[in-house]
């Protein structure tokens, strides 16, 4: 477990000094209390953080994660902090005011924000973070008190963030992601604790994509615990701008993505039509043309996804109307049932669906009609940095999708 906030910001600022003195002074703090911190500091991690010496304080391995922890965190703080602030505060007293709170505010403020906002009550939170209900209310008047702007507000129903709260919460959350990792970091130099990633996936890349690249990883480190989580893509794009998540495996945005992310292709995939096996074009007949196919029951991917546009794409690239689907679907569960029972087309990921071609179930009709593809990769937060197992699994990735494409 890293230390908080301000036991980080002393490291840090004792580090970059290397003088108990020098780094009182920037404190404001007698040498004596900023000794005892950093005892404290070094008995709740059971290891040296600076090494004493006659030409002063240097850094450890462990100071050196625990000052990258505090320089990331503190840049989502003062991000938290701006954002806090009114436009029309002077200069000068934005200034002081977000140096007192910089130096004042800590995880377990940010903390008790973040379980509110996620539990709808102060209650709720209490009993999500271990304590009591008063502590999570005193922490949280703490952080209006230092912010100088009310967070939350009482409703008959519960407990509602304000504007300015909902303004600030992704940066909290950012903020306690950069202590989790650095804790991980933390652990895994000293040989406490597992190296960890979770990883957010979308339908195509769960059935070969990610579960290929999971297998070259644990091959090179069967230590690393993986979190898989699926959903929408809305879904797993805000846990990953949360920091809940590390990577976001599959379709592209491309234009359409939101600023603070970024996107790496992978490769290009290429869309399938396919029907069920009972369906009455699937057994023996004449090469099909899509014209074919228009009037015929489809199954679309839901409006405004990377495979919709790829489904209108196919249509007008043959100067055929783009029809009117019988269903829009992107979930592999309800696909598939329909497409057994015989009535529907469906253009899909050869990748998705690549068992139930396999066995004979699905029959493929057309392979990549004109405009049918969509780009496959990795969205990650920009300029955020991947834990360790992160990095390994991103690799590992692009050397699967080169072997695939």
Not at 177 to 191: M, P, V, Y
Not at 269 to 280: A, D, K, Y
């Amino acid at each position: 477990m890293v230390p908080g906030l301000r036991a980080l910001r002393i490291v840090e600022v004792v580090a970059a000094h290397g003088s108990l003195t020098a780094a009182a002074g920037a404190l404001h703090l007698s040498v004596s209390a900023l000794s005892r911190a950093l005892q404290a500091v070094e008995a709740t991690l059971h290891t040296p953080v600076l090494e004493r010496g006659p030409r002063g304080m240097a850094p450890t391995p462990v100071a050196r994660v625990l000052v990258q922890a505090a320089e990331r965190a503190h840049c989502h703080l003062s991000d938290l902090i701006h954002r806090s602030q009114p436009s029309v505060l002077p200069a000068a007293e934005a200034q002081r005011r977000a140096a007192v709170a910089l130096a004042r505010i800590d995880d377990a403020m940010l903390a008790a924000l973040v379980a509110v906002a996620d539990s709808g009550s102060e209650s709720r939170a209490a009993q999500q973070l271990g304590v009591s209900q008063p502590a999570v209310h005193q922490r949280l008047r703490a952080l209006e008190q230092l912010l100088r702007a009310p967070l939350i507000r009482r409703a008959g129903t519960g407990t509602r963030l304000t504007e300015t709260g909902e303004r600030i919460l992704r940066s909290a959350r950012l903020v306690l992601h950069e202590l989790r990792l650095g804790g991980d970091d933390l652990a895994h130099l000293l040989g406490r604790g597992e190296r960890r990633v979770t990883v957010g996936v979308l339908p195509m890349a769960s059935t070969v994509l990610l579960p290929a690249a999971l297998d070259r990883v644990w091959r090179a480190d069967a230590q690393l615990l993986v979190t898989v989580v699926d959903g929408t893509y809305d879904a797993l794009l805000e846990q990953l701008r949360n920091g809940d998540i590390d990577l976001l495996v599959g379709p592209l945005r491309g234009a359409g993505a939101v600023p603070d992310v970024e996107e790496e292709q992978l490769f290009e995939e290429t869309l399938v039509v396919v029907v069920g096996r009972t369906h009455m074009l699937a057994g023996p007949r004449e090469a099909l043309a899509l014209a074919d196919l228009v009037l015929k029951p489809w199954i679309a991917p839901l409006p405004d996804t990377p495979a919709r546009t790829g489904f209108d794409r196919m249509f007008t690239a043959a100067g055929l109307a783009i029809p009117t689907p019988s269903v829009q679907a992107n979930s592999p569960a309800v696909l598939r049932r329909l497409l057994a029972q015989g009535r529907h087309l469906a253009l899909v990921s050869p990748l998705q669906v690549h068992e139930e071609l396999r066995a004979g179930e699905l029959v493929q009709l057309l392979t990549g009609p004109s405009g049918a593809s969509r780009t496959i990769g990795v969205t990650r937060r920009r300029q955020g940095r991947l834990p360790t197992g992160g990095a390994s699994l991103l690799d590992n990735l692009r050397q699967v999708a080169l072997g695939m494409y």
